[in-house]
């Protein structure tokens, strides 16, 4: 029972428009939610994250949107720049203080120059 | 970048050997923690360890178990290898007192079981 879903198994955006990145979840306890970003042959790395008291969360071109009722959230990233190009993870857990994520599939972000 | 490596970086093995990966960190951090990223799947929690000896199983542990007797390191052991767990092993941890639940990863380690 995949939890946390991505959809979208890939995106592809013209460098220097909007990157629009969704993650859906199913269980409603979960409360604080993460973006990693992943290159190849690396390990993911921290991006961005938003707790469920919070609609919005923004960090440079970066804004991640939580939308409770609708168990959503989405990744914005404006301007997109080819190094965008990676791997996209949601993550959530139950609460602030714990330590378990649950992660979503993945969206590879393709940034054309 | 949080000190965290992992051992092997890649590994070819057989069906049925016995094989140990290992996770080092210099941070000091409480909590470590092992995933497989597999295609379709993204990453999946093994298992994690919250304390040095106190370890507790995730959502896909069945056919690994794991150790911890230092806080700087992490084992992950496949008993008898299947080449259904052929992946990619990511090594994360993470530190409560960071005001946050980021977890910090490792490089990954490519295991191919034959």
């Known amino acids: 029972d995949q939890q946390v879903k991505q959809n979208s198994p890939s995106l592809s955006v013209q460098e220097g428009r909007i990157s629009i990145l969704n993650c859906d979840y199913t269980?409603?306890?979960?409360?604080?939610f993460l973006w990693y970003k992943k290159y190849p042959a690396e390990g993911p790395t921290f991006l961005i994250s938003i707790s469920s008291i919070k609609d919005k969360n923004e960090d440079g071109r970066f804004t991640v949107f939580l939308n409770k009722s609708a168990k959503h959230l989405s990744l914005h990233i404006v301007p997109s720049q080819p190094g965008d190009s990676a791997v996209y993870f949601c993550a959530a857990s139950l609460d602030f203080g714990n330590e378990k994520l649950t992660f979503g599939t993945g969206t590879r972000l393709t940034i054309i120059p | 970048d949080a000190g965290i490596t992992q051992s092997p970086r890649h590994k070819v093995t057989e069906t049925g050997t016995p094989v140990t990966l290992r996770c080092h960190q210099t941070?000091?951090?409480?909590?470590m923690y092992w995933y497989r990223q597999d295609p379709g799947h993204g990453l999946r929690l093994i298992h994690y360890?919250?304390?040095?000896?106190?370890?507790d199983k995730g959502e896909v542990s069945d056919g690994y178990s794991v150790s911890r007797s230092k806080t700087e390191d992490f084992l992950l052991t496949l008993e008898s290898a299947t080449s259904s767990q052929t992946s990619v092993y990511f090594c994360a941890i993470s530190d409560q007192l960071a005001g946050d639940n980021e977890q910090f990863f490792g490089p990954g380690t490519r295991l191919t079981v034959l």
């Open positions: 360890s919250y304390g040095v000896k106190d370890t």
């Open positions: 269980n409603s306890m979960f409360d604080y």
């Open positions: 941070e000091n951090h409480r909590y």
